[in-house]
């Protein structure tokens, strides 16, 4: 049966939702009119995201718990909401108490536990009225095992030697310990028509901005560079595109922003004792072979740093370590990420497959929100933020301090316990105005704190 026709395509939701429980079939009346936000092509470039794990961002654990929490998220200077999936969940061969997020059951469902279509609505419309775009985690490398796809369309799917849906691959052909999912073939010309048309169904009728793509790089690159332009060509506005890969032909799939995974390793390793220096000639080199208008995800955590390893709390030091962390990480070129709780200084891990909702009433929240909302405020308005390139500094301690220069601003950060003192060359410091504090440098000679930051311009 062909999914090339809107028309099939929304009559086998239908009838593929009369397999799910009554509440999930519930949410299936045909969309309201979507919230339009006025057309913006330059949002993309300056933005800062915000992920949300609807289950853990509130006591709600639901969309109107997000909306009660829009303010909070904009305070932060964040201007991108991404949610992380916010379909039901597969009941067969579930990891944990929940189930992970990453185990769709079906794509055009709502987690009944989230919310209805009302609901959803209800929070786009929100959103985009709070100056906030809004982007969907989306999973299109593998379902459910107990997706209605698996039984309506078999064909859809990868088998193992016993003929039943196969667990992933991952990109180098060796099976994943992903259980509770079922790979989808690629290679299958009417799957790749219905996940196109899936996901222009949210952006058409929902108003969403853009995707946040799981395992991106596990999908064929033919799949992306036929999905993108039909996905862009569908609404008359800018939409995101956020792979979750590192491959710079990622970029020149179709997408806008891919992860900047080595970095995040390198950034640890210098708090571990690594030359400094090295970081930043890495990221040189990463900026150089970096295609035409792409971009790297810059953070210091995300739900799976968070989940699998540790908050940046833990990592970095608490405090200013992990602030220290943020600036070195979210000022250097591409678009910079936090996650539900990290403005807060959470010490919260936060597991994918059990709930554990954030402790917003850190003792240190009001500081450490003030302190974020002043980064990602340089890095969604600033010039040399924005657009600025990318140069080392040298300085006398080029083991332990970070330095870089974006355009006419120059970011210093202090990785270690202890307090350092040094002179940079190729920049005028004395004189210049730290544009976090306000403060103005009174010598030549620079003196950080332990895990103290400095972005200066002239």
Known sequence: MTHSLRSTATALFFATTSLLPGPLRAQTAAPRPASRPSPDSTWVSRS??????????????????????????????????WLMPIHPIGLKNRKGVLGSPYAVLDYRVLNPTYGTLDDFHALVKAAHEHGLKIILDWVPDHTAPDHPWVAEHP???FRNDKGEPSVPRDAD????????????????ADLRREMIETMRYWLTEFGIDGYRVDVAGFIPYAFWREAIPALRASVPRRILMLAEWG???????????????????RLKAVWKGEPASTFVTRELADMRAMPANG????????????????????????GAGARAAFVAAALLPGRPLLYNG?????????????????????????SARAFYHRVLGLATTH????????????????????????????????PRDRPMRFTVAGFVVNGSKDLLSGNVQRSSTVRLPAHGSLVLQR
């Open 155 to 157: 064909e859809y799917y």
């Open 48 to 81: 800062a995201l915000y992920e949300v794990f609807v289950q853990d961002f509130s006591q709600r654990g639901d969309f109107r718990g997000v909306m009660e929490g829009l303010d909070r998220i904009k305070s932060t200077g964040a201007n991108t909401v």
């Open 295 to 318: 971009m790297r995800l810059r953070f210091t955590t995300n739900h799976d740093e968070t989940a699998w390893d540790n908050p940046p709390v833990a990592i970095f030091g608490p």
């Open 173 to 188: 052909g060796k099976l994943t310990d992903w259980t509770d999912v079922a790979q989808l073939d690629y290679g299958n």
């Open 383 to 414: 010039s040399a933020f924005t657009s600025g390139t990318l140069r080392a500094l040298t300085t006398s301690a080029p083991r332990d301090i970070i330095a870089y220069r974006r355009g006419p601003v120059a970011v210093l950060v202090n």
């Open 342 to 366: 990290q403005e807060i200084e959470s010490p919260e891990k936060l597991p994918l497959f059990e709930r554990d909702t954030i402790s917003w009433n850190q003792p240190q929240a009001d």
């Open 247 to 265: 491959d710079m032909e990622m970029h020149r799939a179709g997408f806008d922003l891919t992860y900047s995974w080595d970095s995040y390793s």
